[in-house]
């Protein structure tokens, strides 16, 4: 079963091919071509993991909030990264889906690194919604998807098809990349950029 205690047990067996040790190469190479999107506000983080990618972000002058499924990885990431003005919260990302959050419009950005490959499938449109929900209207999710051939996960496969079928409704697609190595994964990985669809 994909819960608390996989994750947690995972981090406790230093089990987290994931973790590249440092920054997403996708993240650090967005950071440098200086997007004009890309401007001063608050961001969170789902599935932050020991907060490497987290820390890029707020030593760019972001407010970030890392959250985690995993209370190890939020321990773990509070003792790399705990001299930075950056804050990380042990959290499920599907409470935050809910109207009543406290996270509910708070954001102008959500940045992501596989935290979507990780979840099941059937939980992807709840993952969308927590997303929709957190974020301002007009605010953009960053992220690093994979597209793999294994059957089997996490990490689940994310084709882009998935990517447009899941978001499409509440979320303009501005960019997907080919799948790149950039991490050394070679061919899986895209950077996937959208905006969260203003009021009506």
Request: with cysteine.
């Amino acid at each position: 079963m994909i819960n608390v205690d996989f994750w947690q047990g995972r981090y406790e067996a230093h089990n987290t091919p994931w973790d590249l040790g440092g920054p997403s190469p996708h993240f650090a190479a967005l950071l440098n071509q200086k997007p004009d999107f890309l401007k001063p506000g608050k961001m969170a983080v789902f599935g932050s993991g020991r907060g490497h990618d987290a820390a890029l972000f707020a030593q760019n002058g972001l407010d970030v909030i890392g959250f985690d499924y995993a209370p190890g990885a939020v321990e773990e990431a509070r003792k790399l990264y705990g001299s930075l003005a950056i804050r990380f919260e042990q959290a499920d990302l599907f409470d935050m889906s809910k109207a009543d959050s406290p996270w509910a419009g708070q954001f102008d950005y959500l940045l992501e690194h596989t935290c979507f490959c990780a979840i099941l499938p059937q939980d992807r449109a709840a993952y969308a919604q927590s997303a929709r929900n957190i974020l301002k209207p007009g605010g953009y999710l960053i992220g690093v998807f994979w597209e793999h051939q294994d059957e089997d996960g996490p990490p689940f496969s994310t084709t882009e098809a998935d990517i447009r079928q899941t978001f499409g409704a509440d979320f303009e697609i501005c960019s997907i990349s080919e799948n790149t190595p950039a991490s050394g994964r070679a061919g899986i990985e895209r950077l996937v950029i959208l905006r969260r669809k203003m009021e009506v």
